[in-house]
């Protein structure tokens, strides 16, 4: 699994209100990214890293924010959450061509 | 930019039959393509790779064939088997290496 973890795993929020998803990692990779997996859409990238502080937009950044202040920890941040972002979130990890998933964090926002 | 994209949302197969999933592409530059499964409540996991010098390439029960004149990928099991249940989808790298382009995924169910 590449130990890839991700926190939490499941969460219900409010329209409006901010929330950030954890991605933590052990193995020092250099690139980690942010991915939202929705019915009929497959994964999208949402924000990715190539390293500590370097970060850059995906395809569906619209709405959320990332942070990057240690190797293995990338934070992703509604700033106040709609109900189009309930979505399935996973994080992963570039091992040479590979990417490697974390185990996903399901997302609810009523 | 890129797009990926899979044939069929759902496949059903009897246990023991083998099942076959497509994958479409749009770049013709695209040189490496992957295969992943994705049980339920689970992250994708790798499954094979292939790059475009190659036609064909072989794992364990899982062959892909690579068809570069029509952009086209699929991804063979051979007696399927019910663990074999799960979503399957292609990925294919953006030019920068940096980021992959998904399809959305087969599910695939495997009936006893």
């Known amino acids: 699994d590449a130990g890839i973890t991700q926190s939490p795993r499941h969460k219900v929020t409010e329209t409006g209100t901010p929330v950030t998803l954890r991605c933590h990692q052990t193995?020092?990779?250099?690139?980690m990214y942010w991915y939202r997996q929705d019915p009929g859409h497959g994964l999208r990238l949402i924000h990715y890293s190539y390293g500590v502080k370097d970060t850059d937009k995906g395809e569906v950044s619209d709405g959320y924010s990332v942070s990057r202040s240690k190797t293995e920890d990338f934070l992703l941040t509604l700033e106040s959450a709609t109900s189009s972002q309930t979505s399935v979130y996973f994080c992963?990890?570039?091992?040479?061509?590979?990417?490697?998933f974390g185990p996903g964090t399901r997302l609810t926002v009523l | 930019g890129e797009s990926v994209g899979l044939h069929l949302p759902t496949l059903s197969v009897q246990e023991g039959d083998n099942s076959i999933i497509n994958c479409a592409y749009s770049?013709?530059?695209?040189?490496?393509f992957i295969w992943y499964k994705q049980e339920s409540g689970k992250g994708p996991q790798f499954i094979i790779d292939i790059r475009s010098n190659m036609d064909k390439r072989q794992g364990q029960r899982v062959t892909v064939l690579l068809n570069k004149t029509v952009k086209h990928l699929s991804l063979q099991i051979a007696a399927t088997q019910p663990g074999d249940s799960a979503v399957y989808f292609c990925?294919?790298?953006?030019?920068?290496?940096?980021?992959?382009?998904f399809g959305t995924g087969t599910s695939l169910t495997v009936i006893p």
């Open positions: 992963a990890i570039s091992q040479g061509n590979e990417q490697f």
């Open positions: 990925a294919v790298p953006h030019y920068t290496g940096n980021q992959f382009y």
């Open positions: 193995e020092n990779h250099r690139y």
């Open positions: 770049n013709s530059a695209s040189d490496y």
